[in-house]
């Protein structure tokens, strides 16, 4: 493209939209890219302040931002992604579902890496309602030369998707609360109404709630009456400390069960252990959770419930923003915790 003076613009196609302040105080544009510069809209382009636009260039290897912007969030949107636009060259893509916002972090860095790209989105992993904004696309100046475009597009595709959103799956779920105290009635159980809240966020189908006393033999009977139940996950609350009668985290792994952790780096919630007995997960949830409204198992519970198989690697990188300010006015997730 090439500036010109408005005033030698005539019979020019307009590469860009010109904006201005109509009566009503709204900003909008008054020229359409694509629009055809008459003798007639050249008093009112001064008017408006413009004393030069651009105007296409024939056989110049340069893409607008809108078709940029456009080919660009096609290239990246995987599964369950709505987008708008363009609008001044930048495309806004939100979330079709409930689900779990998924990005290839990788993928993201190297499209931004390319000259005049720029995507931004919001962090991996977290949980997001249908048409919640997801991230937005745009390049920096009106126009980027074709090599840019193309070679933003072979990362996308052979990295695709780079953007996706998973469904919540209504997985099976038993949860045991151990305690003798709790089962034999000398304390009242607060874990009951806390697990029934978080999981009803994710549609699960709550198989029962069953108390055990601090005897193993009794712990590792109830896990085994919900495996035959084809539980998909079974929450194991109460008895995660490392006193001496606390015996969840031996019942765990007397199962059979392969240990993925046990303990987290984030805080509160450092007690968090999590295995696989089979396809069925079972998770120790510390005594954290009844205490303080968002724990490390709240991070966890989105990728879950989107069937992502949570392995050891995904744990150790945790520590960086797993420490909870319990701030006053709790604005989980749009905050650091349990991003890594």
């Given at each position: 493209m090439k500036k010109i003076r408005v005033e030698d613009a005539v019979g020019q196609?307009?590469?860009?939209?010109?904006?201005?302040?109509?009566?009503?105080?709204?900003?909008?544009?008054?020229?359409?890219?694509?629009?055809?510069?008459?003798?007639?809209?050249?008093?009112?382009?001064?008017?408006?302040?413009?004393?030069?636009v651009f105007v296409w260039e024939p056989g110049v290897d340069e893409v607008h931002e809108d078709d940029c912007a456009i080919a660009l969030t096609t290239a990246i949107s995987g599964d369950n992604i709505v987008f708008?636009?363009?609008?001044?060259?930048?495309?806004?893509?939100?979330?079709?579902i409930d689900g779990m916002f998924l990005v290839n972090r990788e993928a993201l860095r190297a499209i931004n890496a390319v000259d005049d790209f720029t995507v931004a989105c919001i962090p991996n992993h977290q949980k997001v309602k249908a048409g919640d904004q997801l991230a937005g696309a745009r390049i920096v100046p009106l126009v980027t030369k074709r090599r840019n475009l193309e070679k933003a597009l072979g990362i996308a595709r052979e990295n695709f998707p780079v953007f996706s959103v998973l469904p919540f799956k209504p997985l099976k779920c038993g949860i045991i609360i151990t305690g003798s105290e709790v089962y034999y009635g000398r304390i009242e159980d607060r874990f009951?109404?806390?697990?029934?809240?978080?999981?009803?966020?994710?549609?699960?189908?709550?198989?029962?709630?069953?108390?055990?006393?601090?005897?193993?033999?009794?712990?590792?009977?109830?896990?085994?009456?919900?495996?035959?139940?084809?539980?998909?996950?079974?929450?194991?609350?109460?008895?995660?400390?490392?006193?001496?009668?606390?015996?969840?985290?031996?019942s765990i792994r007397e199962s059979g069960a392969k240990v993925v952790t046990q303990g987290v780096p984030m805080q509160p919630g450092n007690m968090l252990m999590m295995a696989y007995l089979g396809k069925t997960m079972l998770l120790g949830v510390p005594g954290a959770s009844m205490h303080f409204p968002i724990t490390s198992l709240d991070t966890f519970l989105p990728r879950i419930f989107a069937g992502i198989e949570i392995k050891k690697e995904d744990i150790a990188g945790l520590g960086e923003g797993g420490l909870c300010m319990c701030c006053k006015v709790c604005h989980y997730p749009t905050c650091y915790f349990g991003r890594g």
């Open positions: 196609t307009l590469c860009h939209d010109i904006t201005a302040i109509f009566a009503d105080g709204q900003k909008g544009a008054r020229f359409k890219r694509g629009h055809v510069i008459t003798k007639e809209d050249v008093p009112v382009m001064l008017d408006i302040g413009k004393y030069h708008q636009g363009p609008s001044e060259g930048k495309m806004s893509l939100s979330a079709a009951e109404p806390v697990m029934k809240s978080k999981l009803a966020a994710y549609g699960a189908d709550i198989l029962g709630f069953v108390k055990c006393p601090d005897d193993l033999s009794v712990i590792s009977g109830a896990i085994k009456d919900f495996m035959d139940k084809d539980a998909d996950l079974i929450f194991l609350t109460g008895g995660m400390s490392v006193d001496p009668d606390d015996l969840t985290p031996t």
